[in-house]
């Protein structure tokens, strides 16, 4: 009888260790599908969200990080949970909110999936339309590229002169960095009149060259004036003012020498007719 029951109770604990067992391995086997693009492509200042779904799995949690950091409101983030679909959203994106995304789906503590979500950035440049420089002077052209990953910068001068890489540096012409981009500048040490012409600097990253995404582009048309360009107005001046003084001295001139004239002939004693002669007259007669 005694061994009777000592059998039960081992039946009994060894159904209870397979149930759960059995519960464990149901609970890590669930199955998770996310919809989500493997890169996101994100615009600067236009809102952008990724999206997380998750299939068979109603209870699961998700977790999301960025850069192994996780999301911080502080930053622009925010959250919108609306089972199945779990969404990580930025009103005015700039490219700090590019990076590798996680989303973490947890069934009570156990982790089920982890997937990747890579954002990147749109490239962009900016130049102004034209740029006026004297000659012999310094010239600096920013193309101002902005994108993540770090874009690439090439240059194309006088319509058809390819600038690519540090090989096209020279002491008339060098690539420099801008915001960490190379060559993201262009500088004419010394300009010539040869210089003038049409600079545009073409901006691409991961998103033009892999994901169809368009090019960035500036261009600005560059003038450059003749270092004596100033002189010129500056003597032309000079003798407009010397002319108006000549006229205005020889006018003084001739004016007063007519007034003396006039002065003079006004005091000639032979014009002179005054009531003051005519009684001498009279007393002399006496």
Request: with cysteine; net charge negative; aromatic share 6%.
């Amino acid at each position: 009888m005694e061994i009777s029951v000592l059998r039960f109770d081992i039946l009994c604990c060894f159904v209870l260790f397979l149930s759960v067992l059995f519960a464990e391995t149901a609970a890590t086997d669930v199955q998770v599908d996310y919809d989500y693009e493997n890169y996101k492509i994100l615009q600067l200042k236009k809102r952008f969200s990724i999206n997380c779904t998750i299939v068979d799995a109603p209870q699961a949690s998700i977790k999301w990080t960025k850069d192994g950091k996780e999301l911080n409101p502080k930053d622009g983030y925010s959250t919108v949970d609306k089972p199945p679909s779990f969404l990580v959203v930025v009103e005015k994106p700039t490219d700090e909110h590019t990076g590798n995304y996680t989303c973490q789906a947890y069934h009570n503590t156990t982790l089920l999936k982890t997937k990747e979500i890579i954002v990147v950035s749109q490239p962009t440049a900016s130049m102004n339309a034209d740029t006026i420089v004297v000659e012999e002077e310094k010239l600096t052209l920013d193309c101002q590229p902005t994108g993540k990953p770090t874009p690439q910068v090439t240059w194309i001068i006088a319509g058809n002169i390819v600038l690519n890489g540090s090989s096209a540096d020279s002491s008339h012409i060098q690539q420099l960095p801008s915001n960490d981009v190379p060559n993201g500048k262009l500088r004419i040490n010394s300009a010539m009149m040869s210089d003038r012409g049409e600079y545009k600097c073409i901006v691409s990253n991961i998103v033009t060259t892999n994901m169809n995404g368009t090019e960035a582009s500036a261009v600005t048309l560059v003038r450059v004036k003749d270092k004596l360009a100033a002189l010129w107005p500056f003597l032309g001046i000079c003798a407009e003012v010397f002319v108006l003084c000549a006229i205005i001295l020889i006018y003084e001139k001739k004016r007063n020498k007519a007034e003396l004239e006039e002065s003079d002939t006004d005091n000639s004693p032979e014009q002179k007719n005054t009531p003051d002669h005519g009684k001498d007259s009279v007393r002399q007669r006496k």
